[in-house]
């Protein structure tokens, strides 16, 4: 569960703020990386008071100062690095958003490695299945 802004304002004291900022490695190419814990999916985990949050999910909250709405996503739009959370590279949206994000992101690789497998098939195109015990005709 995400809290809201007013409870991340709350929650993140001076102490607290230290260790959260000091698991962010802002880099030179303007991805802000989690190196704490991260989730099954490679985003950034954190625990806020017991509950398990993304962590660009906070950061986007903490930029623009308001709650997340109900309905409302944050993807990596600009940089489509899951342990990213720099607030700049983070954008709201539909879920049906994000996932179109993943195609048209993905896409593109996905065809090449498509191509190059095929590529790879044509070089030797009856190796396989069927090259050792072929029924004779």
Same mark, same amino acid.
């Given at each position: 569960?995400?809290?809201?802004?007013?409870?991340?304002?709350? @929650? !993140?004291?001076?102490?607290?703020?230290?260790? !959260? @900022? #000091?698991?962010?490695?802002?880099?030179?190419?303007?991805?802000?990386? @989690?190196? #704490?814990? *991260?989730?099954?999916?490679?985003?950034?985990?954190?625990? !806020?008071?017991?509950?398990? $949050?993304? $962590?660009?999910?906070?950061? @986007?909250?903490?930029?623009?100062?308001?709650?997340?709405?109900?309905?409302?996503?944050?993807?990596?739009? *600009?940089?489509?690095?899951?342990?990213?959370?720099?607030?700049?590279? *983070?954008?709201? #949206?539909?879920?049906?958003?994000?996932?179109?994000?993943?195609? *048209?992101?993905?896409?593109?690789?996905?065809?090449?490695?498509?191509?190059?497998?095929?590529?790879?098939?044509?070089?030797?195109?009856?190796?396989?299945? !069927?090259?050792?015990?072929?029924?004779?005709?």
């Amino acid at each position: 569960m995400t809290p809201t802004y007013e409870q991340a304002k709350l @929650w !993140f004291n001076p102490l607290r703020a230290a260790r !959260f @900022w #000091g698991r962010v490695d802002k880099r030179e190419d303007g991805c802000w990386i @989690w190196t #704490g814990a *991260l989730t099954d999916s490679g985003h950034g985990r954190y625990d !806020f008071d017991g509950d398990i $949050v993304r $962590v660009h999910r906070i950061t @986007w909250m903490l930029a623009r100062q308001r709650d997340i709405p109900d309905a409302l996503v944050i993807r990596h739009l *600009l940089c489509d690095n899951k342990p990213c959370c720099n607030p700049a590279h *983070l954008v709201g #949206g539909t879920q049906g958003e994000n996932v179109m994000d993943m195609w *048209l992101i993905h896409k593109p690789y996905d065809e090449a490695m498509e191509r190059e497998a095929i590529g790879a098939y044509l070089l030797q195109p009856f190796t396989g299945h !069927f090259s050792e015990a072929s029924p004779s005709v």
